[in-house]
């Protein structure tokens, strides 16, 4: 079954495990939890993917549209890729390699979405000229466009009207090849997905999804690949300070030029210029950490600091090359939306409610040690008010629920637990050992061998042996059990659970005595009734005899009187 609220990251819940661990990793909190099941909040989700890479078991699904692409390669139509900066950073192979490559896959062109990038460069300078001391913030991230008109709406006339490196690239391609070409675009980033989506582009993929593409195309023609060396500043775009240098073309830049990457810090100066408290002239603003090199899809074998240089190498290797001349008439403007998410505001009591039920009376019973993943108790109540999360998220909670039952149930359970050491010294019991062995002063502390033979619960500590279903006798006490013992071996101790049947015994003893006494008693009776058989046997066998002699010698008196 999936989870089909976001057509771009979906939830397979049969892989869904109840762990918490997507909402930890979630930086504005937009998963619920409803019948222990992970479920994306679209209107909450900024995209950042950060879900897809943490969950354990894979259960987030990235929407892969390569279907799209190999329909348009089997009806032969012109497929135009747009290459994310970054690919460098993701393939193994040398980049010209790879968009050669590419081309012989079945695109009739492969550009870098850096050419794209050009434009929103030379908008983004034009704009700050004019933009009257009022900070602007990069607008290439998808991710940070998202969080502002989500959660920061009021911050929106301070993002760059400007569209991003990936929808200007697919304007200059249809510029200049004609709108009847399919524009795709492929990068590390799971958010470029619902922009392409929403701007016109004819498909999009991660790069995770273009490698799985190029393994099940063929690779057709040897051509030698036409690629334009030029030199692009904007080909480092996807690291960090990237766009600064884009725009400065160098790296040392004022302090009115700043680069934030990690969404964490995005919004930590969000909330900054929301309470006016900066107020820097430009802001690069990249959701994920080291820029788009560190984005969800990256798909690469190296670490950051490699996939920096991978893509560094790639620019200063065309340091020397000119540059093409940017079409004049490209359309570059773009505007925003509020699309801000409701935040419900509950009362103390509404959260106090809550706490309760989550086992948190006081305030120091607050631990908020984010195992549910909420930053704190008071948030995740908040989450519970708001129907996105339940109580029995709370993992000391339920810890201390579970551990209370078990208590419980040892407490009241009528069999005698005991826990014993190494050293047959008692560590743990319950009542009903207390009252099972009330003749010795059963504590905690007792070496329990001064009392009982419990060699046989050492030999089973030692693995030695194994004490399963066994009835022992203690003649001391004339106590009948039946007992199991458990090694608990990261303790080093013995769990012995002990039944007293010594009242089944005693019936059981009675009962055989009864049948023994019955059957003496049947044994009894029947020589008693063979006596009787007997004794009647022998009476009338007698009567029969005298009966046949009378009645012959009246037969022999009646034949003489016939004559």
Not at 250 to 267: D, F, K, V
Request: overall charge neutral; aromatic content about 8%.
């Amino acid at each position: 079954m999936w989870d089909t609220v976001t057509d771009i990251i979906s939830t397979r819940q049969a892989d869904c495990k109840d762990c918490y661990r997507c909402l930890r990793a979630c930086p504005v909190k937009a998963i619920s939890f409803k019948g222990n099941q992970a479920k994306i909040e679209p209107d909450r989700c900024v995209l950042c993917g950060r879900c897809v890479v943490e969950c354990p078991q894979k259960a987030k699904i990235v929407r892969n549209q390569t279907f799209k692409i190999k329909d348009y390669f089997s009806r032969k139509e012109p497929v135009y890729l747009s290459l994310a900066p970054s690919f460098p950073a993701s393939f193994t192979q040398e980049a010209k390699g790879v968009m050669k490559l590419l081309e012989k896959s079945g695109f009739t062109k492969v550009e870098e979405t850096a050419v794209g990038a050009r434009y929103t460069v030379k908008a983004y300078k034009e704009e700050i000229a004019k933009s009257n001391g009022i900070t602007k913030i990069s607008t290439c991230c998808p991710v940070v466009v998202n969080l502002v008109e989500k959660y920061y709406p009021e911050l929106r006339e301070n993002l760059l009207p400007v569209l991003s490196p990936m929808v200007a690239h697919a304007r200059h391609l249809k510029e200049c090849y004609g709108n009847g070409i399919k524009v795709v675009f492929a990068g590390p980033c799971i958010a470029k997905l619902r922009e392409a989506e929403e701007n016109g582009l004819d498909a999009a993929m991660t790069f995770t999804q273009l490698k799985t593409l190029l393994d099940q195309v063929p690779i057709q023609g040897e051509e030698a690949l036409k690629v334009f060396h030029e030199r692009m500043e904007t080909r480092m775009f996807p690291v960090h300070n990237g766009v600064l240098y884009a725009m400065k073309g160098q790296w040392g830049l004022e302090e009115e030029y700043w680069s934030i990457e990690g969404i964490e810090n995005c919004c930590e100066i969000l909330d900054a210029l929301r309470k006016k408290d900066v107020q820097p002239i430009f802001i690069e603003m990249m959701a994920c950490q080291g820029g788009c090199v560190g984005g969800p899809a990256i798909d690469s074998p190296y670490g950051l600091y490699k996939r920096k240089e991978k893509v560094k190498e790639f620019y200063q290797r065309h340091l020397h090359s000119p540059s093409r001349p940017l079409l004049d008439n490209l359309v570059m403007g773009k505007s925003f939306s509020s699309k801000a998410v409701r935040k419900e505001v509950f009362t103390e009591e509404e959260i106090r409610s809550v706490l309760v039920k989550m086992g948190k009376f006081t305030k120091g019973d607050e631990r908020n040690c984010e195992g549910c993943g909420y930053k704190s108790c008071r948030d995740k109540a908040a989450a519970v008010l708001a129907g996105l999360a339940v109580p029995e998220m709370c993992i000391p909670y339920m810890r201390e629920r579970a551990e209370s039952l078990a208590s419980t149930i040892v407490q009241s359970t009528p069999n005698s637990i005991l826990v014993l050491d190494k050293e047959m010294v008692v560590r743990d019991f319950n009542p009903a050992a207390q009252k099972l062995f009330s003749s010795i002063p059963l504590k905690i502390g007792l070496k329990l061998s001064d009392y009982m033979n419990t060699q046989h619960y050492e030999l089973v500590l030692e693995g030695r042996s194994s004490l399963t279903e066994q009835r022992v006798y203690y003649p001391e006490w004339g106590l009948f059990t039946r007992q199991i013992a458990t090694p608990l071996k990261e303790d080093g101790f013995v769990m012995v659970i002990i039944t007293d049947i010594t009242q089944s015994e005693e019936n059981r003893v009675q009962y055989q005595k009864m049948k023994e006494d019955v059957m003496v008693k049947a044994k009894e009776v029947i020589n008693q009734q063979m006596m009787v058989a007997q004794t009647i046997a022998g009476l009338l066998g007698e009567t029969t005899a005298e009966t046949k002699a009378t009645l012959m010698e009246l037969l022999k008196h009646l034949e003489r009187e016939e004559f």
